[in-house]
């Protein structure tokens, strides 16, 4: 079993990005079975497909290496790299662009959600995105891809363009592509603003009320929680109770998803009770849970070198998983290497 998944560098890292992959990653790596693997990639390459400051690209992807490890990501039982630092990416992605079909990336729905009105003014890179996806994982021979209900269609795609390269290009007995299954996570969660509840967590809201950093200490997460926009009710003892009232419902599905407990745990406990008495005993669970994660980001953040070796040790042992499928690739396609 080989699991492969990647993650956008962004900045200003948040309970969301921790809850909705991160910890899940963090799970994946620690029920490993022995002679199975992990590889967690940085996607600064993809980053590039929309307008962007270098860097703070640069930045931003050292810092998301900080806090993957930070989080828990294990660079001696994991492979933690940057796309960048692995050149087979782009040269498998430009092989696949000659099986990927114009029809199938017209389909993507994330390129005419990222595109906007403007698709004609769009990067060539955003439309080709989910063919370097593609890339990404078959390079690695994944076995398994954890994805989101956003992100099922790359992987139906990658799956197609490795089914017609192995048709087209490869015997019956010998393919080059492995073809990946999914893995939707069970805790697939999905962290709303703590000033509106009907939006998603996100560094790009103008106020930084609205998100818990990772980077957030204690005194900082309880202030936030505390100022939290909710309603005047108090909560109710059941689910259906929530109906209605998004930001009671955020507040309760961040409770129960770092205690690791169900809604209807957390209303069982709670319900009848007011905010007063709720909104105190969440932020002490976030702040139990993140202070340590939060103090070794800090830390990891200061140490560029260690941070570098890290990616570069990764990047090494990518390098050496993803060249017996790029040669394999090359030489089904007829292509003469030199070297």
């Known amino acids: 079993m080989r699991i492969v998944s990647g993650i956008q560098p962004t900045g200003n890292l948040h309970l969301g990005n921790y809850l909705g992959a991160i910890r899940n990653w963090v799970r994946m790596q620690d029920s490993m079975e022995e002679g199975s693997q992990c590889l967690f990639f940085l996607a600064d390459l993809h980053a590039i497909s929309m307008p962007h400051v270098p860097a703070e690209l640069s930045a931003a992807t050292l810092e998301m290496?900080?806090?993957?490890?930070?989080?828990?990501?294990?660079?001696?039982?994991s492979i933690l790299f940057n796309q960048a630092q692995v050149p087979a990416h782009c040269e498998l992605q430009w092989m696949l662009n000659g099986t990927a079909r114009m029809g199938w990336l017209n389909r993507m729905t994330q390129f005419k959600d990222k595109s906007g009105k403007n698709r004609e003014g769009a990067s060539v890179a955003l439309f080709t995105y989910p063919v370097l996806q593609a890339a990404d994982v078959l390079l690695y021979q994944a076995t398994h891809v954890p994805v989101g209900e956003d992100q099922k269609q790359h992987l139906e795609l990658a799956r197609d363009i490795a089914q017609k390269f192995n048709n087209d290009f490869c015997t019956e007995d010998a393919p080059v592509f492995t073809l990946p299954d999914p893995i939707i996570p069970p805790e697939a969660a999905r962290i709303m603003s703590l000033r509106d509840g009907s939006a998603k967590m996100s560094k790009s809201d103008p106020s930084e009320m609205s998100r818990i950093e990772l980077a957030d200490d204690a005194d900082t997460i309880m202030k936030k929680i505390k100022k939290a926009k909710t309603d005047p009710e108090p909560l109710p003892s059941e689910t259906a109770g929530l109906e209605g009232r998004p930001e009671a419902a955020n507040l309760v599905g961040i409770y129960a998803t770092m205690a690791g407990v169900t809604p209807e745990d957390v209303l069982r406990d709670f319900g009848g009770e007011g905010f007063g008495k709720f909104k105190p005993a969440l932020g002490e669970l976030l702040a139990e849970t993140l202070g340590p994660i939060g103090r070794r980001f800090?830390?990891?953040?200061?140490?560029?070198?260690?941070?570098?070796?890290?990616?570069?040790?990764?990047?090494?042992?990518?390098?050496?998983?993803?060249?017996?499928?790029?040669?394999?690739?090359?030489?089904?396609?007829?292509?003469?290497?030199?070297?």
């Open 298 to 339: 800090a830390e990891l953040k200061s140490d560029r070198e260690e941070l570098d070796a890290i990616l570069a040790r990764g990047a090494l042992e990518a390098r050496e998983i993803a060249r017996p499928t790029l040669d394999a690739a090359y030489k089904a396609l007829g292509l003469v290497r030199g070297g």
């Open 65 to 77: 290496a900080a806090a993957l490890v930070a989080c828990g990501i294990d660079p001696d039982r």
